[in-house]
């Protein structure tokens, strides 16, 4: 394990080359979810089966060290099971707290969309307060601590949908989506090679002390006063758009400065530039809007939505040199 990691641009690319021995493609999955873990953000997986959701947590996982826990979401899960709950113990005579599987830094809610609003709101708290209650018992979780939610988005039977509320507390959403044919062809040949390819089989490249110095890195990228006035604009635009009905709400603004902050210093740079707010618009803000009635009936896809309202935004000129920090 290396001990130049410290480094945000250094920690990426460490994760990216070891989870690359394994995954195929998917690199802005790899990109984004390091992003997430450097900003406190959480991820909602979106793909269909097959396409190695869980194995890209499971990956990223492994190449960090972190625990890794997997909540295989049924209709029949409880909160408690997801939680934890007091279990009496008669040897002892007493109550005994048994936590559940969120206690873990990585937690993994494989087709979340199959379990209860009852049993999904028991992630609320738990993604946005870092806490957990149970019983009249509030508990502090693992730092770091990040939500990998997966689902599917074919089926429609047996589903339920994710309520806004829920929805806004994921920083991204991605779509993980079939490999093209030269992504397919190598897969073909590394699993041929080695049919037991899996993420057992990478190590972990970096540790915690290296994430935290990482994050406060992350912390101290400079965003000019240009780029936050970008941010507001775009934020603005999708409350105004005649094709949205409700637009992003300010936790998107703040995701859209943490996140561009963790872009810029993975990429080397200690300010923000305006394409780092171009490029995670739409992993931000596809999940977090709800399209009008007329352009659903136009069969207009949140995707294309985002695109036209980050197109009709004015980029500031000259920003890449007002962006730089100024120093005495």
Known sequence: MSDSTTDP?????????????????????????????????????????????????????????????????????????????HIYRESVGEFELNKGPIFSNVVVADEINRATPKTQSALLEAMQERTVSIEGDTLSLPEPFIVIATQNPIEMEGVFELPEAQRDRFQFKLHIDLPDRVDERELLDRFDSNPDLGPDQVKQVIDTAALTEARDIVEEVHVADPVREYILDIVGRTRESPDVQFGASPRATLAFLNAGKARAAIHGRDYVIPDDIKA????????????????????QSTEEVVERIVGSVDVPSGVDEAAAPTTD
């Open 9 to 85: 641009a250094t920690l990426y690319e460490t994760i990216q080359e070891e989870a690359g021995t394994v995954l195929i493609g998917n690199d802005d999955a790899i990109e984004r979810i390091t992003i997430a873990l450097l900003t406190r953000g959480h991820v909602l997986l979106e793909g269909v089966p097959g396409v190695a959701k869980t194995t890209i947590a499971n990956l990223f996982a492994r190449t960090t060290g972190l625990d890794f826990t997997r909540i295989q979401m049924t209709p029949d899960l409880l909160p408690a099971d997801i939680t934890g709950s």
């Open 280 to 299: 995670l618009a739409e992993p931000i803000l596809i999940h977090r809007l709800l399209l009008s009635t007329e352009a659903e009936i136009g069969d």
